[in-house]
């Protein structure tokens, strides 16, 4: 996985009970009709942080972060920002900027007078305006292109106009919906740590929607997961990733071995799952709070899982033997997918260290095996 | 002659009959004498003595126009009212077509259909209709007295109100249309980011929405103002008597003075006070599609 920001930022204010929250969403809902597209939402977002609210199209994160930037109004709840009541404050007057998905650019105004509208728009002094804009347009690297008009521009410099327009007013809290969303993976990649230090430099408190898990991984430093208008799970990267909450967070963040199984022994330090759909048992180094017998799903990340051709030695939990069906090379790594004699298909992905390492082949008898720290076990 | 060359020349053949050639006939006629004959001018050309063609370009008609007061009368008044009539149109056609750019894709069709409906009948007899409404015992006057608003019938038919009525009523559909067509291509998404930025919703209005339809305010202006200038009908059969547009003018030269050379002086006059408009419109509509902005 890439860097995370997570890993970065120094404190940790979710994990203080006495930290005060500098965006507090409380019990929001919306509904369209009969359809709910956000339910009951509670968040706490804390000043500097870069928070991703990630998801499926139609999970609801767009109508969330639509909310915040006040262009809907909440069917239940409320919205506090730097601990005032915002739930009822139009758009023109929050202390909040957004840089829309499509951009928005004023097509009919060039770079400099749409990164200036908003100053003029509070009747800042010209002189400050000016002053504001070229510090903003040199911060986004778009100085020498302040005469053009946007569709003069590329995508990516009208993503760093929008972003700068958005910035200029110093707004408390910044949104962004899909940032990167229209430009290309190099460039994405790109820009996503621009983004950070950017972040970083200026201090605005970021609220980021996306539906690309990867870009969500490397901006944010929490990150919640959205699954039919509710929060499945909130979480540092790492956290989402390592120990998934849910089933859906499981295979949505990342790809994952899911295999079904029952409880046959529950310690308070290990479990034991005996799973059909795999053929074997799991042992799990960790106690997990179930019902004794009860079914459970031991997600297994594709990247934690051993492959050999001669069977490891120790014991026969967590291990597996099956067929190579197929193998992708992806240069870096290879993704192989192993059929087990129950039917199950297994996703194992090796790096490719060695530039002249014995090929594993098609049809090939191949052992698997992981940690006992490495399954994680989900009850839902 | 080539397929593809005869597609081509086709239009210019027809545009060659049936306008240039028209227009250089009417361009000719402003420049003859009138005569007590069939048709009633003399001819440009003449042989005076044996071998020698003279041709015989009398300015006068045009001079007539500038001696008496009557026709640059004329000529302003129809400006005057075809502008008043533009602006009307723009105030009530802008929210009519902000209005169907901001209905539900389903609801917008209806409503255009509505807008257009009014061509399904000839002009002729809608304006009749609205004689039927403004007259001494019309329909509105009746309604009136019957409620006992007024005590004696309301003059409105021959006013200045009258003609302004018709005009803005046959004319609104013209604004309506090409201004619906710029205002829908609008991304909305733009005013959110104006209020976003502070505005409150009438000023993105100003700021962002107005700007942009620019283009689609000034073509829908001059398809109003343009054929406007030189209505005929409208004036005669609402305005009244004392309605004196140009178009008017140009009638009463022709058929009640026969003085086709003056009737012929008022029509290029009108024409060359028209052109720059009309090349205008071509400009912006040229520029429309170009989608610039």
């Not at chain 2, 042989?47 to 009368?73: E, Q």
């Not at chain 2, 003056?262 to 720059?276: E, N, Q, W, Y």
Request: aromatic share 10%.
């Amino acid at each position: 996985m890439t860097t995370s920001a997570g890993s970065v930022v120094k404190a940790q204010p979710w994990n203080d009970p006495s930290a005060r929250p500098y965006v507090q969403i409380e019990r929001i809902s919306k509904a369209f009709g009969d359809f709910k597209a956000v339910d009951d939402v509670s968040l706490k977002i804390y000043k500097g942080e870069i928070f991703c609210l990630l998801g499926a199209s139609g999970c609801g994160k767009t109508t969330l972060l639509r909310m915040l930037g006040g262009f809907e109004t909440p069917t239940s709840g409320r919205i506090f920002i730097d601990g005032e009541d915002m739930t009822d404050v139009p758009p023109y007057e929050r202390p909040v900027n957004m840089m829309f998905q499509s951009y928005a650019l004023f097509p009919h105004m060039d770079v400099e007078h749409n990164v200036a509208f908003g100053l003029k728009q509070d009747r800042i002094a010209r002189a400050e305006i000016q002053e504001r804009v070229a510090t903003m347009l040199d911060l986004v690297k778009m100085t020498d292109f302040a005469k053009r008009k946007p569709h003069q521009l590329s995508g990516g410099q009208r993503q760093r106009v929008a972003l700068a327009r958005s910035l200029v007013k110093r707004p408390k809290l910044l949104l962004l919906d899909e940032p990167l969303g229209a430009l290309d993976k190099k460039l994405r990649e790109h820009t996503q740590f621009e983004l950070i230090s950017l972040q970083d430099k200026l201090g605005v408190t970021f609220i980021v929607v996306t539906h690309d898990q990867e870009e969500a991984m490397t901006l944010a430093s929490r990150i919640g997961v959205m699954n039919h208008g509710e929060i499945v799970q909130a979480g540092t990267p790492s956290e989402i990733y390592e120990f998934p909450g849910s089933k859906f967070v499981a295979d949505f963040v990342g790809s994952v071995n899911m295999f079904e199984g029952k409880l046959i022994e529950d310690e308070p330090e290990y479990v034991r799952i005996h799973s059909a759909e795999m053929g074997g048992t799991i042992y799990v180094s960790h106690g997990i709070s179930a019902p004794p017998e009860a079914t459970v799903w031991a997600a297994v990340r594709p990247e934690k899982i051993f492959m050999s051709t001669t069977a490891p030695e120790g014991s026969t939990d967590n291990l597996v033997r099956g067929a190579v069906q197929d193998i992708a090379y992806l240069g870096d790594l290879s993704i192989y997918l192993v059929k087990l004699p129950t039917g199950k298909i297994v996703r194992v992905t090796q790096p490719n260290t060695s530039r002249h390492a014995e090929a594993i082949s098609w049809e090939q008898q191949v052992y698997l095996s992981w940690d006992a720290t490495s399954p994680v076990v989900v009850t839902r | 002659m080539t397929g593809r060359g005869l597609v081509v020349a086709l239009p210019y053949l027809w545009l060659l009959m049936f306008f240039v050639v028209p227009f250089v006939i009417v361009l000719k006629i402003s420049f003859s004498d009138v005569d007590l004959a069939i048709p009633p001018y003399k001819p440009l050309l003449e042989w005076v003595g044996k071998n020698s063609l003279a041709i015989k370009l009398n300015f006068n008609n045009y001079a007539f126009l500038f001696t008496d007061s009557l026709y640059l009368r004329a000529f302003w008044n129809s400006i005057r009212v075809a502008f008043i009539s533009t602006l009307l149109c723009l105030a009530i056609g802008y929210p009519m077509a902000y209005g169907i750019a901001r209905a539900r894709p389903a609801l917008r069709n209806v409503l255009l259909l509505l807008v257009i409906l009014p061509f399904w009948t000839s002009l002729l007899l809608r304006v009749y209709a609205w004689i039927g409404l403004f007259k001494a015992n019309g329909v509105i006057n009746n309604i009136l007295l019957s409620l006992g608003l007024i005590h004696e019938p309301l003059t409105m038919l021959f006013t200045p109100f009258a003609m302004y009525v018709g005009i803005v009523y046959s004319y609104l559909p013209f604004l309506i249309l090409p201004l619906y067509a710029n205002l829908e291509k609008m991304d909305w998404q733009l005013l959110e980011a104006a209020e976003d930025l502070g505005c409150r919703p009438w000023q993105a209005f100003y700021k962002i929405t107005l700007p942009l339809s620019r283009n689609g305010i000034l073509a829908g202006c001059m398809l109003v103002f343009i054929p406007t200038v030189g209505e005929f009908v409208i004036p005669v059969l609402l305005g009244g008597p004392n309605a004196l547009m140009i178009g008017r003018v140009l009638w009463d030269e022709f058929f009640s003075n026969r003085a086709w050379p003056v009737a012929s002086a008022v029509a290029i006059l009108l024409l060359i006070l028209l052109v720059p408009f009309m090349m205008w419109y071509q400009n912006v509509q040229a520029r429309e599609s170009a989608g610039a902005r």
